[in-house]
């Protein structure tokens, strides 16, 4: 199969579908593999770092959709890519169609067979391939609250960790999966004080275990989280739904019960959001207000660690990708977690909770 790699275009996006390393494993397994030129220069990687193993590079993302049988990206196709995507085409990347009904439509009207790492399943019902980036994700998030929190920032001025004598961070964790449990392992390596929220009481008995006695964890409801934000100096919102748009547990007037220039981190931006004022940020531009709240939404966080991003996430691609490109679409037949990945095919939206978040 001619597999194909565009330079990503989305704002500040730095990773790559395929660092040369996972290239390689195409072109050993028989696979032809076209880059566009400086594909891989937000990792470092050269022209010629891909050309080394084989890899064949062409002038422009034109060349690569209009020559590729199965296009391996990062980010969702943007408005200019998907016009470029056909029929008997597959496509192979995030996706995050249930709260991008326009990007659902383009990919209709393409024709193309779009299959999307959020959806692939592992046994148990885990997600394989959001996973890396959740990890990736969930500690940046601390990352960006605490430098949010500078007062040159606009924030609260207040230290993650304190110092003796003064009280550090209070931060509350919105969702205890891999998002959350990384934003809490940041958050308690920091010294802050760190509190769980999550409905299942399984998965709050594993966290109290892993964290053994560090953090608090606490059972999820209304009551619960309004207590809890209102005296929070970060909370970061870490709900997924598989495939659907993310439940709105944090509402407007429930800003007005926290502290003036909180900060809320919203890393669930991808599938709508969980807090009821979350809009898409970018990089360049990460943070707005509401109600003096600070609000960071930015829509590809890992973005910002293209290094780090890329090869976590090509490292849990490439046994699908390889599938895919050895089999076609009869991958997703034979492999029942891979099968689920399969969100747009002639036509249709085919992913059963997607259809039901886009009522198409």
């Known amino acids: 199969m001619l597999v194909g790699v565009p330079k990503e275009i989305k704002n500040h996006e730095y990773r790559v579908g395929l ?15 076209i880059v566009e030129t400086n594909a891989g220069i937000g990792i470092s990687k050269t022209d010629a770092d ?33 016009v470029q995507l056909r029929e008997g085409q597959i496509l192979f990347t995030y996706l995050h169609l249930a709260p991008d009904p326009e990007q659902a439509r383009g990919l209709m009207e393409s024709g193309v067979s779009a299959v999307a790492y959020e959806t692939v399943t592992a046994p148990g019902g885990s997600l394989p391939l959001l996973a890396p980036m959740s990890e990736v994700a969930g500690r940046l998030s601390i990352e960006a609250a605490a430098i ?35 934003a809490a392992h940041m958050a308690v390596g920091l010294g802050a004080i760190v509190k769980i929220i999550d409905r299942s009481l399984p998965r709050l008995r594993q966290l109290d275990e892993m964290f053994l006695g560090r953090v608090t964890t606490l059972y999820s409801n209304t009551g619960t989280i309004e207590r809890a934000i209102a005296e929070a100096d970060i909370v970061i919102g870490a709900v997924l739904v598989p495939g659907a748009s993310a439940p709105k547990l944090v509402t407007r007037d429930m800003l007005g019960l926290m502290q003036r220039r909180a900060v809320m981190v919203d890393v669930a ?30 829509a590809n966080m890992p973005g910002a660690v293209p290094h780090t991003s890329s090869y976590a996430l090509t490292n849990a691609t490439l046994p699908f990708g390889l599938a895919l490109a050895n089999k076609g679409l009869k991958a997703c037949a034979d492999d029942p977690h891979l099968a689920p990945g399969l969100n747009v095919h002639a036509g249709k939206i085919v992913n059963s909770a997607v259809s039901e978040s886009l009522g198409f």
């Open 19 to 33: 660092t040369p390393e996972a290239a390689r494993e195409y072109v050993d397994a028989g696979h032809r593999v």
């Open 50 to 82: 891909y050309q080394s193993i084989g890899a064949e590079i062409v002038d422009t993302a034109e060349e690569v959709f209009a020559r590729a049988e199965m296009v391996v990206k990062v980010k969702e196709p943007q408005p200019k890519e998907w």
């Open 148 to 182: 949010a929190s500078h007062a040159p920032q606009g924030g609260r001025g207040v230290l993650m960790g304190g110092v003796p004598g003064v009280h550090p961070a209070r931060v509350v964790v919105i969702g205890g999966g891999v998002v959350g449990t990384q």
């Open 269 to 298: 931006i991808d599938q709508g959001g969980c807090f009821e004022t979350s809009r898409p940020t970018t990089h360049e531009d990460p943070t707005y207000l509401v109600d003096d709240i600070i609000h960071y939404c930015v």
